[in-house]
């Protein structure tokens, strides 16, 4: 089976058994958006989403965050951890939005990456989920986990791992159009059952397709 075709197999047979793929991050506007992803770094979206509900009463606009105090803000998100960047982030990245993009959210990867605390991922995942374009696929730590354990990927070392060559191996395996629902479909797999410390590998849909599985019983 030519490695094209095992991908194929493995999105349909995720895609099949998470249904119902979207975001678990709670946002409604473009600035809840980029304040919520950026808190995401690190940090469950479970937590994320409890932090941002008194947040987002707080900031509604990327001028709110641009005019903040930023020990006020570092308070409110916390519990995200790594707050003293994030809170950074949320506050020069906002004042870049106001200033050079007149307060909207860029649509493009190129605007995207020149604003302070959004790196290629984050820029991914907002493009995706706000703007429907998958002009990349999110590499978070289970979507490198599992890409290193099937072996859609050439890095095998997890801790070293390059996340933008992991990144760019899966785009040559999965069709555009579907880059988000993968990445979707592995963040919902390595919760339910490709856990890290322990995989479920007995119960895995895609076990067949998988060189960690496979070499297990050899």
């Known amino acids: 089976m030519i490695i094209n075709q095992r991908a194929t197999n493995i999105y349909k047979k995720l895609t099949n058994t998470y249904p119902n793929l979207k975001s678990s991050l709670d946002f409604k506007t473009s600035s809840e958006v980029f304040a919520a992803v950026i808190l995401s770094a690190q940090c469950t979206d479970k ?32 519990s995200t951890g790594f707050y003293n960047a994030k809170a950074k982030a949320l506050k020069l990245g906002a004042k870049r939005i106001v200033e050079e993009y007149d307060s909207k959210l860029p649509s493009t990867t190129v605007k995207l990456i020149t604003i302070p605390g959004i790196g290629k991922k984050v820029a991914n995942v907002i493009l995706s989920e706000w703007y429907r374009k998958n002009e990349g696929i999110a590499v978070d730590t289970h979507n490198k986990r599992l890409a290193i354990r099937i072996g859609l990927t050439s890095e095998i070392d997890i801790k ?20 988000n629902k993968v990445s979707l479909a592995f963040i919902e797999h390595g919760r339910q059952v490709c856990l890290a410390r322990k995989p479920q590998c007995e119960k895995c849909v895609i076990n067949k397709y998988c060189d960690y599985y496979n070499s297990l019983n050899k």
């Open 47 to 78: 937590r994320v989403n409890i932090v941002t509900k008194n947040l987002f009463k707080k900031y509604r606009t990327f001028e709110d965050y641009a005019n903040s105090d930023i020990d006020e803000l570092k308070k409110i998100i916390h």
């Open 160 to 179: 070293k791992a390059n996340t933008v060559k992991i990144e760019t191996d899966l785009k040559k395996l999965f069709s555009k159009k579907n880059w």
